[in-house]
């Protein structure tokens, strides 16, 4: 087992779970986000409902998820309020559970399964909605994608746990 690896495994079981703060579904591209309470993931596809699910199984983008304390650190750095997640265009925001030390991990998400995998990069749309500097403050915080190893229920509310360590982040 590499450094990381070693770490997270020795330090894993006193992390507490984290939880799904916020649900959302693109039914199309480009289309509003659709804030959901309770989502289907399903195996190698995405979630039941958006246009990802829609692609050729095996695709690395099947679900997108963020931290919460990401998007409060972006409504920080732009001086704002709050920023609405379905701005931000992912599927699943988490809170309590560090993302940036999940990357090729398998997270267990309500009943589902999935693998968290390359940084979900912001696009142009942000910044048109959320205003200048959005890209450069998003960078490092806009999130990752997954793909869905085992489909399952995801609710509101529902825990977030690390399910067995994989492979080295660098």
């Known amino acids: 087992m590499k450094t990381q690896a070693k770490l997270l495994a020795k330090y894993m079981d006193s992390a507490g779970p984290g939880y799904v703060e916020w649900l959302g579904l693109r039914p199309s591209r480009r289309a509003d986000m659709l804030v959901q309470s309770e989502v ?31 998007i409060q650190a972006l409504s920080s750095l732009l001086d704002l309020a709050s920023i609405n997640p379905s701005v931000l265009r992912r599927n699943i925001v988490v809170s309590g559970i560090n993302l940036h030390a999940m990357r090729y991990q398998l997270l267990k998400v309500g009943d589902a399964i999935v693998e968290i995998g390359a940084h979900c990069h912001p696009c142009s749309r942000m910044e048109k909605a959320l205003g200048a500097g959005t890209l450069l403050a998003m960078f490092n915080r806009g999130g990752y994608c997954a793909r ?22 660098f």
């Open 40 to 70: 289907t993931a399903k195996t190698e596809k995405g979630l039941c409902g958006d246009h990802s699910a829609k692609r050729a199984s095996g695709s690395a983008r099947q679900v997108t998820l963020i931290n919460a304390e990401d």
């Open 148 to 169: 869905v190893v085992q489909g399952g229920s995801i609710k509101v509310g529902d825990t977030v746990r690390v399910t067995q360590l994989q492979r080295e982040l």
